[in-house]
């Protein structure tokens, strides 16, 4: 049953239900105990009356030559008529049934079989088409060769009843009079212990649009602050969402105005009147540096936008690393050929034991392949001197952990610079290598994803120069390998 019936969910009425409800549901139950409990409490006086008058008359029975007889003295018979609001009955049976006095169609007890002396019992029955209440008691004579006689006294029930309503009258009118009463106080009480939600819900609208600021967990009640702690977690999420996307676009004009501005210069240059055809050419391949550059770097920088997406769900779905990391690493191989740098792959083969990760494709490929061009970038190379980058998967079984190694025989990076080296923008200058400087973010963001650690050691330890190995380790992905 619902009190307070609205389209949209209310938290203060739902209460009051679950409050209220019960309490009109068990009205009518506590009027019936109450009527009951009156019935009973009002019967007992009168009952104890009706006892004392059936003994009376038992007292007065007398036995004489082997009958039975009543000496009932008129006032005594007055007596016992004498009443404003019910009639009083009586019966004397002796003899065996014979009618000594009192009424003739005063019903007879349900158990003929008499009862001990001097033992009264109390029923309910009718008379006249009247419910009366009777008590009734046998006497046994001092003689045996007497029968017992039967003493029954009966009273209708109109004094019980009117009794029994002003019981109830008594007890029931002040309960309806304090219902409302009760009621007012549990609406009272429910604003009270919602005004601090209302209190809160003042501070969130007075807040300006850029305050992300935690909320005030101890102004509220206990039960309110598992909520309040859910709603600062977001807003601390939603503040560094914000300040991600406000680093994105800040880092994104910064590292694009180099090469737009190289690019406008060019076209000046070569607009220029008189300009000869091998000043124009070399304009136009500057252009085309540019452009690349510019291309290089904002795909790096989606990349990474969507490395950074933890927001959103990852698909994952079975992929064999070592296959992805082959075709990375084949996709490279004309570039290592243009800077004379020896690639290879060694390791684990596709459809190996132990190589399938959960993942996904598109990203995995992604770390894969800015470790491959930050290693060809990085790694100096001519043709008396080689430069090496080595690529491995390396499975364990018995582990189940599967770990991606990128190897070069660069000028490797200095225990101080390799937690630098995964920030947004960071370039170390010495190799004079072109980039944009989120490679290593990227592969960090990705790998962060798969529940994946990156390592940065030296390639070759205490020689020159160390080079770089830079490993990727995934964690358990899936069940043993048979």
Not at 148 to 175: D, H, N, S, Y
Not at 291 to 309: K, W
Request: hydrophobic letters at 40%.
């Amino acid at each position: 049953m619902k009190l307070f019936q609205r389209e949209q969910r209310s938290l203060f009425g739902e209460i009051l239900d679950w409050m209220l409800t019960p309490l009109m549901l068990l009205m009518p139950v506590a009027l019936a105990l109450t009527w009951l409990v009156a019935q009973s409490i009002a019967g007992r006086p009168f009952d104890r009356a009706l006892e004392y008058n059936a003994r009376v008359i038992a007292q007065l029975v007398t036995f004489k030559e082997g009958r039975a007889q009543l000496n009932l003295p008129q006032p005594a018979r007055e007596i016992l008529r004498a009443d404003d609001s019910d009639m009083i009955y009586y019966q004397v049976i002796g003899n065996g049934s014979e009618l000594i006095s009192g009424e003739r169609d005063l019903p007879a007890p349900p158990d003929a079989e008499p009862h001990p002396t001097g033992e009264t019992q109390l029923r309910d029955d009718e008379m006249r088409g009247l419910d009366v209440r009777v008590a009734w008691l046998w006497v046994r004579p001092e003689f045996t060769e007497h029968l017992p006689v039967l003493v029954q006294v009966a009273e209708t029930r109109e004094k019980r009843a009117v009794l029994a309503t002003e019981i109830i009258k008594g007890v029931l009118l002040p309960m309806l009079l304090l219902l409302p009463l009760a009621v007012l106080m549990v609406w009272l009480a429910l604003v009270r212990g919602i005004r601090p939600l209302s209190e809160l819900e003042t501070r969130i609208r007075a807040r300006k649009p850029d305050d992300l600021s935690p909320l005030e967990e101890r102004s509220v009640p206990v039960e309110v602050a598992p909520l309040v702690a859910s709603v600062n977690d977001l807003l601390t999420r939603l503040k560094d969402s914000i300040a991600t996307q406000k680093r994105f676009l800040a880092d994104a004009a910064h590292q694009l105005k180099t090469p737009l501005a190289g690019l406008r210069m060019q076209a000046d240059l070569a607009q220029r009147q008189g300009s000869s055809a091998s000043e124009l050419k070399q304009s136009l391949n500057q252009i085309e540096r540019a452009s690349i550059r510019a291309t290089h770097t904002v795909n790096q920088l989606l990349a990474l936008a969507r490395a950074e997406s933890r927001g959103t769900t990852l698909a994952l779905q079975p992929c064999d690393f070592a296959q992805l990391t082959l075709e990375v690493v084949q996709d490279s191989v004309p570039r290592a050929i243009d800077r004379r740098i020896d690639l290879g792959y060694d390791g684990a083969q596709p459809g190996t034991p132990g190589v399938v990760v959960d993942g996904n494709p598109t990203l995995l490929k992604e770390l894969v392949r800015n470790l491959v061009d930050n290693a060809l970038n990085y790694t100096p190379s001519s043709d008396d001197s080689p430069g090496v980058v080595t690529v491995r998967v390396l499975a364990d079984r018995p582990s189940r952990h599967l770990v991606l190694q990128v190897e070069d025989s660069g000028p490797g990076i200095p225990e101080a610079d390799r937690e630098a080296v995964f920030q947004p923008f960071f370039r170390r200058l010495e190799g004079g290598a072109e980039g944009s400087g989120l490679g290593l973010t990227i592969v960090r963001e990705i790998a962060a994803r798969h529940a994946a650690q990156v390592h940065i050691e030296d390639a070759q330890s205490g020689r020159q120069p160390p080079g770089t190995c830079i490993s990727v380790q995934f964690g358990a992905h899936g069940p043993p390998a048979p």
